[in-house]
């Protein structure tokens, strides 16, 4: 099956700096990817969707300014949370939609973040 | 996307037959219905969909009532390394560009000894 990959893993930055973290289609092309965020014990709850080549699209209570999304290719997507605070600790998770029908979504293992 | 309700726990005996319900009674007519999984801290595992007939794979079956507005997700022999948390999404994500996965709360699977 198609694979979608995180980096990093887990991540542990310090309250007021920025983070970034990356997701990649590995076999095949994503025109569209998605970022979750999931607290513990808690669903996914999407944040964005992220479109290659164009501005994303954020859900209601999401902060744009704060998560930035870059989607520059067909295989890569960038989520950089910007002035990360305490609260912002989270497990983020990517999927990529394939670029053809029938738009099967993948998702990828997640990344952890600690913000101290 | 229409709303799913699942039951938030379940238990299943190793070996036996875990069936997983979900009610989707708003579905309209072009939304599949999905199920994903996720071990603890992982990401979420595609299982299955379907549209309106029933489906089964290497993983699980799937049973779609001819109202369509329930489902059960059938693990024919669960196993220890089934225990995740189970979701159920209605979608009209495959063949239309715009779609997405909206997740809910999911059922807890624990299977047991």
């Known amino acids: 099956g198609a694979v979608v990959s995180q980096h990093p893993s887990r991540v542990i930055c310090k309250s007021g700096t920025s983070v970034k973290i990356e997701c990649r289609s590995l076999?095949?092309?994503?025109?569209?990817m998605f970022w979750y965020r999931q607290f513990p014990k808690q669903s996914l709850m999407l944040m964005a969707t992220?479109?290659?080549?164009?501005?994303?699209?954020?859900e209601q209570g999401v902060e744009k300014d704060k998560f930035l999304i870059n989607h520059a290719s067909l295989t890569l997507s960038t989520l950089t949370v910007t002035s990360a605070h305490p609260e912002d600790s989270s497990f983020y998770i990517c999927?990529?939609?394939?670029?053809?029908?029938?738009?099967?979504?993948?998702f990828g293992p997640g990344t952890r973040l600690t913000v101290t | 996307d229409a709303k799913t309700t699942q039951p938030p726990s379940m238990d299943c005996a190793e070996g036996r037959a875990a069936n997983l319900p979900c009610n989707h009674s708003?579905?309209?007519?072009?939304?599949?219905v999905y199920w994903y999984r996720q071990i603890h801290s992982q990401g979420p595992q595609y299982i299955i969909h379907g549209l309106k007939n029933n489906e089964t794979n290497e993983m699980a079956s799937l049973i779609i009532t001819e109202d369509r507005k329930s489902s059960t997700l059938i693990l024919p022999h669960a196993t220890l390394r089934d225990t995740a948390v189970y979701y159920c999404?209605?979608?009209?994500?495959?063949?239309?560009?715009?779609?997405?996965?909206?997740f809910g709360q999911g059922t807890e699977l624990s299977v047991k000894p």
């Open positions: 999927s990529a939609r394939d670029l053809g029908p029938p738009y099967e979504q993948y």
């Open positions: 999404i209605v979608s009209w994500l495959l063949y239309n560009q715009g779609g997405k996965l909206i």
């Open positions: 992220s479109n290659e080549g164009s501005k994303a699209t954020y």
């Open positions: 076999d095949f092309q994503a025109t569209t």
């Open positions: 708003t579905i309209s007519g072009n939304e599949y």
